[in-house]
Each structure stands twice: as structure tokens, then as C-alpha cells.
Nanobody, 122 residues
Framework: QVQLVESGGGTVQAGGSLRLSCAAS???????MGWFRQAPGKEREGVAV????????DYADSVKGRFTISQDNAKNTVYLQMNSLKPEDTAMYIC????????????????WGQGTQVTVSS
């Protein structure tokens, strides 16, 4: 079992930056953690994931070069640094976790946080 607590988010102008944090508690061995987002009327999509077993990462094409996912294993915390934000990045960002495998498809994740809203104004 894993519990996830998110922080960060907010409203920023286009071109600005935000950092999201997700702290995990519980059994965190060989855990993949990631960020997903869902905008109104759209399906949930994977943004970035990271595996704490080796630091492997993966990103959605739409955020490559702008977003960076990182982790602090001592704190069981994952960060998403979002730079050069665009209005189309506006969504509810939700932290999720699963064991062993790490992929962007949200349907394979078992544990979910509450989500934090990111709004990018033009």
C-alpha cells in the first residue's frame, strides 16, 4: 500500500514555471511514481514517470524539453519541474504510483493522490 500527498500547483502566466511535489508513504520499494493530468472533457494522460529502482524516466512528447521529473529517495518524494508553461498545460495534475513497471499509461496505476490544479493563463 502507498499513500500519496501532493503539493504545489497554482496559476501562472504562459512562459512561467511551477514545481509540483508528491510524497509517498508506505511500502515504496521498487516503486514507479509519476504525474498525470486531466483537463475538462479530456482523458487522463501520462505526463512524466520515474522509477525509484534506477531513476529511469519517461515523458509525454508534449512536455519533453519543458518538464523535468526527479526524485529524492531519502524523502520518498518526486518532483515535477514545469518550465515554459503553455495554456494547454492547464489541467488537474495527479500523482500516481505502481510497483515494478513504469509506463505512461494511466490505467496501470493502482495508487492515486488527490490532485492539484495547474492553470496557465495566456
Amino acid at each position: 500500500q502507498v499513500q500519496l500527498v501532493e503539493s504545489g500547483g497554482g496559476t501562472v502566466q504562459a512562459g512561467g514555471s511551477l514545481r509540483l511535489s508528491c510524497a509517498a508513504s508506505g511500502y515504496t520499494y521498487r516503486l514507479c511514481m509519476g504525474w498525470f493530468r486531466q483537463a475538462p472533457g479530456k482523458e487522463r494522460e501520462g505526463v512524466a514517470v520515474i522509477y525509484n529502482g534506477g531513476g529511469t524516466t519517461d515523458y509525454a512528447d508534449s512536455v519533453k524539453g519543458r518538464f523535468t521529473i526527479s526524485q529524492d529517495n531519502a524523502k520518498n518524494t518526486v518532483y515535477l519541474q514545469m518550465n515554459s508553461l503553455k495554456p494547454e498545460d492547464t489541467a488537474m495534475y495527479i500523482c500516481a504510483a505502481r510497483y515494478v513497471r513504469c509506463e505512461l499509461a494511466p490505467e496501470h496505476y493502482n495508487y492515486w493522490g488527490q490532485g492539484t490544479q495547474v492553470t496557465v493563463s495566456s
